[in-house]
């Protein structure tokens, strides 16, 4: 196969700029836009959703959706109007408090993103993204991790652990705990990726596992979704780098990027699916703009070959993910793009 490339697109919705930018996107190689697709598009932008995606198809390219931030439990900058509205299907932590973020088990968000791959099938995209679903993670959520907080503990998780395992469900990790969280996660990608293909047969379903847990392979979870038949691509987002682009901390590329390339490679090829990768345009500082083209060369060398960006013009429209210089280091991703373009 060909290269598949591509970049992730969001800011805007006024489609004029839209336009140039696709011409940007276009000269920059890709034939691919992550088009993200959160709970204001669902609600506020559906139509606008139709046009962008058929000025994307006119343009020649691709378009994935990602459910930006749906329900809190997705990767993404966007904030979730449906916790606020449905406190009763948010997650319960270990010491009894509710979160901010909604269960994947509890039925009413689980009609929510139903009516997000209606809202998404209607706007014409060719793949759903399911983007770093996760269950409530301390630091995402602006505190530190305690040791014994964990989600969800939720009355509908306590019913099912009950049926699952014959005994109440504990207060505190066990091995058990970890195997049900995993199962709580991969049961709801299971039903989602096979409603897609109910609504929409023609969509495809790709599955962003976040790359945590660097001691544990083979990783049971990821074993389970790349196993699951309505998942057609398996992805994984090793970034690097802290933001924004001043804050110094970052892990060195060899032994995590290459890790997790060599790692959703060999998952995607025994599981049958295809491997897609996504290297961090966002939150370089100068001095460590030649890490983009290092890491890419990390994913080509694993064999990857649907490879994507994160995102358009270095995330130059969102000040705290903004490269130090977006232009060069998007024009980076540009240049090493068009060498692989011309390769099979
Ligand atoms: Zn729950």
Same mark, same amino acid.
């Given at each position: 196969?060909?290269?598949? @490339?591509?970049?992730?697109?969001?800011?805007? #919705?006024?489609? +004029?700029?839209?336009?140039?930018?696709?011409?940007?996107?276009?000269?920059?190689h890709c034939n691919f836009v992550l088009h993200t697709f959160d709970e204001l598009d669902l609600f506020y932008n559906l139509e606008n959703m139709r046009r962008i995606t058929e000025l994307t198809h006119r343009a020649g390219l691709k378009v994935y959706y990602s459910p930006w931030g749906l329900g809190g439990i997705f990767g993404g900058e966007a904030y979730s109007g449906f916790v606020m509205q449905h406190p009763s299907a948010c997650q319960v932590l270990s010491t009894g408090e509710r979160v901010g973020n909604a269960c994947p088990r509890q039925p009413e968000f689980r009609r929510y993103v139903?009516?997000?791959?209606?809202g998404a099938s209607r706007a014409g995209g060719d793949v759903l993204f399911w983007d770093e679903?996760? @269950?409530?993670?301390?630091?995402?959520?602006? #505190?530190?991790? +305690?040791e014994g907080e964990f989600s969800c503990r939720c009355d509908l998780c306590q019913k099912d652990f009950k049926r699952a395992y014959g005994k109440a469900f504990p207060r505190v990790w066990t091995k058990e705990v970890e195997e049900f969280r995993d199962e709580t996660l991969v049961g709801f990608l299971e039903w989602a990726t096979r409603e897609t293909k109910k609504v929409n047969p023609r969509l495809k379903n790709a599955v962003c596992l976040l790359p945590m847990g660097d001691k544990k392979w083979p990783n049971p979870q990821w074993e389970h979704v790349a196993s699951l038949p309505s998942v057609d691509i398996v992805a994984t987002d090793p970034y690097w780098?802290?933001?924004?682009?001043s804050n110094p901390q970052k892990r060195p590329l060899k032994g995590f990027v290459d890790l997790y390339a060599g790692r959703i490679a060999d998952l995607a090829s025994r599981h049958g699916k295809e491997a897609q990768g996504w290297v961090q345009l966002f939150a370089h500082a100068k001095s460590g703009e030649k890490e983009i083209t290092q890491a890419l060369e990390i994913w080509e060398k694993a064999g990857v070959k649907n490879l994507a960006a994160w995102g358009y013009e270095a995330c130059a429209s969102?000040?705290?993910?903004?490269?130090?210089?977006?232009?060069q280091c998007w024009d980076l991703v540009g240049k090493h793009f068009g060498r692989l373009a011309g390769k099979k």
């Open positions: 196969m060909s290269y598949k @490339l591509g970049v992730s697109y969001f800011s805007t #919705r006024i489609l +004029r700029h839209l336009k140039n930018d696709l011409e940007d996107i276009k000269k920059h139903r009516s997000w791959i209606q679903p996760h @269950l409530w993670i301390a630091e995402w959520n602006g #505190r530190k991790t +305690r780098k802290q933001r924004p682009f969102y000040s705290l993910l903004a490269c130090e210089r977006p232009k």
